[in-house]
Nanobody
Framework: QVQLVESGGGSVQAGGSLRLSCAAS????????MGWFRQAPGKEREWVAS???????VYARSVQGRFTISRDNAKNTLYLQMNSLKPEDTALYYC????????????????WGQGTQVTVSP
C-alpha cells in the first residue's frame, strides 16, 4: 500500500503559477504509476496528467502546454507545476497511484490523496 498527501494549493490570480506536491509513503514509490486529477464543484472528477515509472508523461488537452507533471523517486514525491492558470482550473486537486498505468489515466487508481484546493480568480 501507499499513502499520499498533497500540498501546495492556494489562491492565485489568473495568469499565475502554483506547484503542487504529493508525498508518498509506505510501499516502494518508484514502482507506482502516478497521476493528477481534479474536481470542480458540481462537476465530475477530471484527469489532468499522468507519469509512468519511466518518466513518460501524458496530459489532458485542457492543460497541455501549461502544466508539467514530474516525479522525484529519491524524495518519494510527485509534482504538478501549473503555469498560466485560468479560473476554470479552480478545483480540488488529487494525486493517485497504481501499479497499473491505465488506472492512473482513467481514474480507477487504488490509492488517492485527500486533495489540495486550487482557486484561480479572474
Amino acid at each position: 500500500q501507499v499513502q499520499l498527501v498533497e500540498s501546495g494549493g492556494g489562491s492565485v490570480q489568473a495568469g499565475g503559477s502554483l506547484r503542487l506536491s504529493c508525498a508518498a509513503s509506505g510501499d516502494t514509490y518508484s514502482n507506482y504509476q502516478m497521476g493528477w486529477f481534479r474536481q470542480a464543484p458540481g462537476k465530475e472528477r477530471e484527469w489532468v496528467a499522468s507519469i509512468n515509472t519511466g518518466g513518460v508523461t501524458v496530459y489532458a488537452r485542457s492543460v497541455q502546454g501549461r502544466f508539467t507533471i514530474s516525479r522525484d523517486n529519491a524524495k518519494n514525491t510527485l509534482y504538478l507545476q501549473m503555469n498560466s492558470l485560468k479560473p476554470e482550473d479552480t478545483a480540488l486537486y488529487y494525486c493517485a497511484a497504481d501499479i497499473d498505468w491505465r488506472k492512473v489515466v482513467i481514474g480507477s487508481a487504488d490509492y488517492w490523496g485527500q486533495g489540495t484546493q486550487v482557486t484561480v480568480s479572474p
